[in-house]
Each structure stands twice: as structure tokens, then as C-alpha cells.
């Protein structure tokens, strides 16, 4: 039996050991380990019809790991497996393990029904690990009716993450000078819930003219969803208070798909762009795996970074080198 097979048999087991195994396996840069983790991939069954994907993005600090323990505890109180993967784009892989957000889930960490697992950012984009996919995957696989993915928002990953769960919930927090922080409006459409943490203490009343202000904008805003009106809530993950009814909103949006066929047509999206995001990265590798190229690709860069040619036209003239050795190649073995 193959690394892979064996791997797929121990996770239908609900073996967390074979599973934090998996996913390494899956994030390993090493090209050996790359036909075991597709042959894991290959074997594991579908998941379950009653998984759940749930993003959550938002500012560094605004209480994302704190959420998630709150809402994690209740998650499992009602009886669910709970796996939280979390992208931190500070975590460095620091003699051989990741320091990272376990140590602030300190409950969920330590709770054998919930599997919590950083993982550093990888690679180009600084944010979404292009395997989180498969992470995902793999929890489900093992019984976890609940996947959350936390990611800071930085860049690209909101978007990434969003593209691989069911409902995105993007969570807030009002800062002493009132204004939201550190939010994008293209990220703001992506959302589904939001959630304006640190109603409590001195916060309360900025978060409350947060939310308003969080209304004024979504109204106006096209959703993502058919018939469904992005809920605002104010919440304290500190205090606990009103993380029962973001759950419920939760649970309303996934029923609000399930009801209209809408899971299974964003899943089939999801697959789409993740086809081509999959396409885009591995034409990347294969690019930049050419050390040729890659001594172009540093050329182009620095003529970029002194002002020298636009981005776009870098990436044309390093586009036309590769496809120049693509032609060369395939000269030699026909
Ligand atoms: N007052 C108040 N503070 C909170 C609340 N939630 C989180 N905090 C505090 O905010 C700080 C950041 O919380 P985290 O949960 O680590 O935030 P995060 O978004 O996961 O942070 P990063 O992962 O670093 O981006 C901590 O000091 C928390 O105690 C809340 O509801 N109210
Ligand atoms: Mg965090």
C-alpha cells in the first residue's frame, strides 16, 4: 500500500495523528512528496453532505483567534468536530514546528473534538497557503463537520479564502478614533456575515456607530448571494456576547444555500477557480523551477523595482522567455 493510501485509510479512521501527518504532507515543498500527497488526495472519499466551510477574515487584531474560541467551545457543545486552520502570514516555521496562533486557542487546542492547526503563509502571495484546499479537504475527510479558516487580512488571501468556504465572515473592530480599521471595500463585498467585534467597555459605543456605518455601506453594496442581506452584528468574542446569534446567522446563510441549490453551484465555482488558480501556480513553478528563468525572472524584477518597465510588461517579456524554452524543448524531443 502506497504512503498516500494508507494515509486516506487512517483519516476515514479518524486518526488526527494520520491527519496533521496528511496536511504536512500536502504543504511539503519537496517535489518527492508531491505523488504521495496526490495519491492521499486521490483516495479520500467526498465529504460529508453536512460539512460546513466557514472564513473568517479580518485585520490583525480585531479578535479573529479570540472568535473562534468562543464560537469553537459552542460549536462543539452542539455537538460538532471542529477543525480550525489558521493562516498566519506572521508564523515562521521555527525548528521544524510552527509558532503560531495554537497557543491563543488555548481550549480548542487542548479539546480532542476540535483539530487546530497553523499553518504558515506560503510562497508568493504572502497570505493563503495554496494548500489550504486540501487541508480542508482532509479534515473533512476525518469527520470534521466544521472547517473554520482564519486569515489575517492581508492582500490577496480574503479573496483565496472566500473562494474555498461556504459563508465568509469578515469580523471588524472599531478603533478609539471611530473609523473602521484597515478595511478594503473590495473585501467587504466578498462578505456574507459581518460581525463588529469588541462591542464591550469603553468600545461599545464606537462599535455600535460602526455597525451603522457597516449598514450604510452594505446596502448600497450588490451581495453575492441571491435574496440574502448581509446581517451586521455587534459582538464581544471577549465577553461572549453575541456569539450565539452569529452561529444562528451562520447557520441561516448555510441554509439559505442548502434551500436554493446554491452549495453545490459555489462549490462547482470554487473548483473552477481553484483549477485555475492550481494552472496559474504550477505554470509559475514550472517557470521559476528553470534556473534560467528564474536568473530572467530577477532581471525583469529589478528593472521593475528601479522604475525601469511596468509590471505588466515585465511579466510579458518573462512570459515570452518561457514560452520561447517551451518552444526549444519541445524542438529537442520531437
Ligand atoms: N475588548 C475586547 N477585546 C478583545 C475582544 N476580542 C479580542 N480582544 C482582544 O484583542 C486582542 C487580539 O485578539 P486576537 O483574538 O488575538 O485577534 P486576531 O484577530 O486573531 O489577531 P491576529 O491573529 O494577530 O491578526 C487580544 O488582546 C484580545 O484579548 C473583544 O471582544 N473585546
Ligand atoms: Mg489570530
Redesign the pocket.
Known sequence: MSVGEALAQAIEKKDRRALAQAITLVESAQPAHRADADALMAHLKSPPETAFRIGIT?P???????LIEAMGQRLIGEGHRLAVLTI?PSSRISGGSILG?KT?MPTLSADPKAFVRPSPSSGIEGGVSRHTQEAILLCEACGFDRVLVET?GVGQSELRVAQMTDVFVLLLAPSAGDELQGIKRGVMELADVILI??S??D?RAAAQRAAAECLASTGLMKTQTPDWTVPVLNI????GDGIAQALSELERFHQHLKDRGLIDLRRRHQASEALTTSIQEALYDAATGDPNLNRELDRVRKLVLSGNLTPRLAAARFVDQFTARIGKSNDRTT
Open positions: 479580518g490583525p487584531g480585531a479578535g479573529k483567534s479570540t498566519d496562533d491563543r489575517v467585534n469588541k464591550d467597555g468600545l464581544s468574542a471577549l465577553e
